[in-house]
């Protein structure tokens, strides 16, 4: 997958059946994963397509890094997880992303690597929009 087929960089419908928007960061974007199995998940996107870690300047790793750790501790905090679980794949989907999943000792899949195999849960469009907007002001309050 280039830029020119990366729905990261189109942004089309295959994006929006995946996720929604929560805000940007300098070099990245923050989505609220659709798939709320568990809850607060999201991703963290570079907004340039690249299509390994290391091709990022030095200055938009780190960039993009305080935010991941940013958003890991206020979905720490926002969804009391036990452990934020992230992950990089990126088989099929090329472009820079990281999965930011937080994991409750008493929830799916402790101890394992989380799945999308398992049957999903989504929600009503009220209630990702009440998720964003917490997400959103947790960001706020987040000092590291
Ligand atoms: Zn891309």
Redesign the pocket.
């Known amino acids: 997958m280039n ?1 020119n087929n ?1 729905f ?2 189109i942004k089309d419908e295959r994006l929006s059946n995946l996720m929604i928007p929560v805000c940007t960061f300098s070099t990245s974007t923050l989505y609220l994963f659709k798939d709320q199995r568990y809850p607060g998940r999201c991703v963290l996107a570079c907004d340039k ?1 690249y299509n390994e870690i290391f091709e990022l300047s030095y200055k938009e790793r780190e960039t993009m890094m305080q935010d991941l750790s940013k958003v890991s501790k206020a979905l720490k905090l926002l969804f009391h997880a036990d452990k934020i679980n992230l992950a990089v794949y990126e088989d099929l989907v090329s ?1 820079f992303h990281v999965h930011i999943v937080p994991k409750t000792r008493d929830g799916f899949e402790w101890g394992k690597p989380f799945s999308d195999e398992k049957e999903k849960h989504f929600l009503e469009d009220a209630e990702y929009q009440d998720r964003i907007n917490k997400i959103k002001m947790a960001l706020q309050d987040i000092d590291i």
């Open positions: 830029q990366c990261y960089c397509h472009h």
